[in-house]
């Protein structure tokens, strides 16, 4: 496709159990950015990918959280040993490296039960 | 610590009128500040976005006013249409880094 794409769109999982989320980004972009949006409140920066370059991992908020990314290309991001406060909607976005505009996906709204 | 303050939280504004968001920032390194938009089950979308080498932009209805010497910057929505109504996310970034803060964002509604 020519966007962003995120899957799934929806999760539900039961408390403790660990969670995959997959971001495919445009393609050519080097750039890929995993965002966090909690009900009401802002984007938070959770981790950046540029390239072969090692990710900026300095938002994830603690170790049960880790993303990959594959071949520079697909990431996925997961949630070891989920908690009610990680339901969130998870945002992907990507970019050419230097180019300023991030375009995101439509996110995955994780809910844990 | 909360870099980016958007105010106000929600907005409701007559079909015609001009909807105003602020945003004012504290570190005095970033250089690049954009507007999000992001409709209901939808990512955010850039909207307009503007370097601190201005004072102003303007896209069609919509207006970026920047204050540099008092870190705030503004969105104005001219004319607001009820298809407008959507979350309103400032940002601000350094150029270059990987890391764009983002505000709390800006619920509007435009009555028809």
């Known amino acids: 496709g020519a966007g962003v794409s995120q899957s799934p769109s929806n999760k539900v999982t039961e408390k403790g159990k660990d969670v995959e989320l997959r971001c495919d980004p445009i393609?050519?972009?080097?750039?890929l950015y995993w965002y966090r949006q909690s009900l009401g409140q802002g984007l938070e920066f959770l981790i950046y990918?540029?390239?072969?370059?090692?990710?900026?991992k300095s938002g994830l908020p603690s170790d049960r959280f880790s993303a990959e990314r594959t071949g520079g290309s697909v990431s996925t991001l997961t949630i070891q040993r989920t908690q009610q406060e990680d339901s969130a909607v998870y945002l992907c976005?990507?970019?050419?490296?230097?180019?300023?505009?991030?375009?995101f996906g439509q996110g995955t709204r994780l809910t844990v039960v | 610590q909360q870099q980016v303050k958007q105010s106000p939280q929600s907005l409701i504004v007559q079909k015609g009128g001009i909807s105003i968001i602020n945003c004012a920032y504290e570190?005095?390194?970033?250089?690049?500040f954009p507007w999000y938009q992001q409709f209901p089950g939808k990512g955010p979308a850039l909207l307009i976005a503007?370097?601190?080498?201005?004072s102003e932009k303007k896209e069609g209805r919509f207006t970026i006013s920047f204050n540099k010497s008092a870190k705030q910057f503004s969105l104005h929505i001219m004319d607001s249409q009820p298809g407008d109504s959507a979350t309103y996310f400032c940002?601000?970034?350094?150029?270059?880094?990987?890391?764009?803060?983002f505000g709390a964002g800006t619920r509007l509604t435009v009555k028809p």
């Open positions: 976005a990507s970019s050419f490296f230097g180019n300023t505009e991030a375009f």
């Open positions: 393609s050519g972009h080097t750039a």
């Open positions: 990918f540029q390239g072969n370059s090692a990710p900026d």
């Open positions: 570190n005095t390194a970033f250089d690049y």
């Open positions: 503007i370097r601190p080498d201005v």
């Open positions: 940002a601000a970034r350094v150029e270059n880094n990987n890391d764009m803060r």
